[in-house]
């Protein structure tokens, strides 16, 4: 099994800034890309960013220029830097990973992240 921890979320005024982290544990596995979900109540969950191992990032046009992910291969993290908050970006955000294990791919989900923008 895969594990992934997130953590930083929280309330923030708009135009303000927060980091989330995701580290992801386990034994027999290796990352092919890692991203950030998040939804909103009452709207579907979206791709907010995702980066491969290779660095290839890929963003929802929302985020473009205000948010920034990265990562560790060494380490097995992803970091989601945002800044200009604004009010719609409140939602519950979730790490998640595609990985190879053994002989299986599939993707594995954090517990979720509340981010609260305030304006």
């Known amino acids: 099994q895969v594990q992934l921890v997130e953590s930083g979320g929280g309330l923030v005024q708009a135009g303000g800034s927060l980091r989330l982290s995701c580290a992801a544990s386990?034994?027999?596995?290796?990352?092919?890309?890692m991203g950030w979900h998040r939804q909103a109540p009452g709207k579907q969950r979206e791709l907010v960013a995702r980066?491969?191992?290779?660095?290839?990032?890929t963003y929802a046009d929302s985020v473009k220029g205000r948010f920034t992910i990265s990562r560790d291969n060494d380490k097995n993290t992803a970091v989601l830097q945002m800044d200009s908050l604004k009010p719609e970006d409140t939602a519950v955000y979730y790490c998640?990973?595609?990985?190879?294990?053994?002989?299986?791919?599939?993707?594995?989900w954090g517990q979720g992240t509340q981010v609260t923008v305030s304006s």
């Open positions: 386990g034994s027999a596995f290796v990352i092919n890309a």
């Open positions: 980066i491969t191992s290779g660095g290839s990032t």
């Open positions: 998640a990973a595609d990985v190879t294990r053994y002989w299986s791919r599939r993707d594995y």
